[in-house]
């Protein structure tokens, strides 16, 4: 095999890696809370965006664990079929939906409400990558 179709072979591979994803999720919440922020007046905590990265970072970290005992040449699972990528999606989301319902419906939810459901977030992540890691080549 040459080396150009390695180098196609290892971005192909870098390009369907769900940590890889998860981080670029998190360049874009740092990037789009400020404008969110500033444009619908939701006001998001400091402390919520924090919270949002450190979600993240439990993802990048427990997925790479689980990456690096994998054996087989092919054992990536799709990123919508990981329990764990969606979660993820949701923890990211939902800051924004509850500061968008919180701002227009005036609920007086504080910050502490939506670190509460990221920290469920963050427990579920790992819970289930340690379930994941009895069988890494299918997760």
């Known amino acids: 095999m040459n080396e150009v179709t390695q180098t196609i072979q290892k971005l192909q591979v870098f ?3 769900k940590k890889w994803c998860a ?6 919440v740092v990037i789009a809370v400020p404008i969110v922020n500033k444009a619908l ?8 965006l924090f919270a949002v990265l450190g979600l993240n970072a439990v993802y990048i970290l427990r997925q790479g664990s689980i990456d690096s005992k994998k054996t087989g040449q092919n054992a990536f ?5 990981s329990k764990k990528f969606l979660a993820l999606l949701l923890g990211n989301i939902v800051p924004i939906v509850v500061g968008i319902v919180n701002a227009k419906y005036k609920l007086g ?3 502490g409400v939506v670190m ?3 920290g469920l ?6 819970v289930q ?3 994941d890691a009895k069988n890494p080549n299918e997760h």
């Open 116 to 118: 509460a459901l990221l």
């Open 15 to 17: 390009w369907q890696s």
């Open 23 to 28: 981080l670029a999720l998190s360049v874009i």
């Open 129 to 131: 990558g340690s379930v």
């Open 109 to 111: 939810l504080d910050a």
């Open 121 to 126: 977030d963050g427990i579920y992540q790992m």
């Open 77 to 81: 699972k799709s990123i919508w079929d």
């Open 41 to 48: 007046g939701i006001s998001l905590d400091a402390g919520v």
